[in-house]
């Protein structure tokens, strides 16, 4: 994996992350309401659940490599048009910060909560299970790099939901639903943009 690649991946996936959904929910509603201890609880579950779904997709993409062979670009193109299709879809929904469901505190734990909520939305195993793809040289030791990816998506991850959970605060009074749609909005329209960018890189 070259470095101009990785750079793109790191871009690509930050603007993913960085979008409030229903883990950031979760985590500033616990913030708010239960302390900062709550929200690193929440983000500890909700990286356990990133990592399992991470590890699938890996897994799963390892076996793909080795045996699609040419078809692996059409994979490729497949999973940028999965990109841009998710774009529009946060264009056209915007965003909402609902506290109510995710402020109590639950029976099981606040990491189990975490986890219980992130793999509750297999649309983030959808999303990894396109994005990957596309920032991987089969010509390469394709472990090597679905375990770099992995673990940078981890760290972006943990960086913003930390981020959250430690000013919970002052992030639960700024984020309202028009701020909400406007994140939303302008990174649904990064990632269509970064989807067409990679299914034209494909094409040439």
């Given at each position: 994996?070259?470095?101009?690649?990785?750079?793109?991946?790191?871009?690509?996936?930050?603007?993913?992350?960085?979008?409030?959904?229903?883990?950031?929910?979760?985590?500033?509603?616990?913030?708010?309401?239960?302390?900062?201890?709550?929200?690193?609880?929440?983000?500890?579950?909700?990286?356990?659940?990133?990592?399992?779904?991470?590890?699938?997709?890996?897994?799963?993409?390892?076996?793909?490599?080795?045996?699609?062979?040419?078809?692996?670009?059409?994979?490729?193109?497949?999973?940028?048009?999965?990109?841009?299709?998710?774009?529009?879809?946060?264009?056209?929904?915007?965003?909402?910060?609902?506290?109510?469901?995710?402020?109590?505190?639950?029976?099981?734990?606040?990491?189990?909560?975490?986890?219980?909520?992130?793999?509750?939305?297999?649309?983030?195993?959808?999303?990894?299970?396109?994005?990957?793809?596309?920032?991987?040289?089969?010509?390469?030791?394709h472990a090597m790099q679905i375990a770099i990816l992995g673990v940078t998506a981890l760290?972006?991850?943990?960086?913003?939901?930390?981020?959250?959970?430690?000013?919970?605060?002052?992030?639960?009074?700024?984020?309202?639903?028009?701020?909400?749609?406007?994140?939303?909005?302008?990174?649904?329209?990064?990632?269509?943009?970064?989807?067409?960018?990679?299914?034209?890189?494909?094409?040439?």
């Amino acid at each position: 994996m070259n470095p101009e690649a990785y750079f793109a991946y790191l871009a690509v996936c930050l603007v993913a992350i960085i979008v409030p959904g229903p883990t950031n929910t979760l985590i500033v509603a616990n913030g708010m309401r239960h302390g900062t201890r709550a929200g690193l609880l929440n983000v500890a579950g909700t990286q356990a659940g990133l990592a399992l779904m991470l590890a699938i997709a890996g897994f799963g993409l390892t076996s793909v490599v080795e045996t699609a062979g040419h078809w692996f670009e059409w994979i490729k193109l497949l999973g940028a048009a999965y990109l841009i299709w998710v774009g529009w879809q946060m264009i056209r929904a915007g965003g909402r910060i609902d506290n109510s469901p995710t402020a109590r505190k639950p029976r099981g734990g606040f990491f189990m909560q975490g986890l219980l909520v992130c793999l509750g939305n297999p649309k983030q195993l959808l999303f990894f299970g396109a994005l990957l793809p596309q920032f991987i040289d089969p010509a390469a030791d394709h472990a090597m790099q679905i375990a770099i990816l992995g673990v940078t998506a981890l760290s972006l991850a943990a960086l913003c939901d930390g981020a959250y959970a430690l000013a919970s605060g002052r992030i639960g009074r700024a984020l309202s639903e028009r701020v909400v749609r406007t994140i939303t909005r302008v990174s649904g329209g990064m990632l269509i943009g970064g989807g067409l960018w990679l299914a034209f890189s494909r094409a040439k």
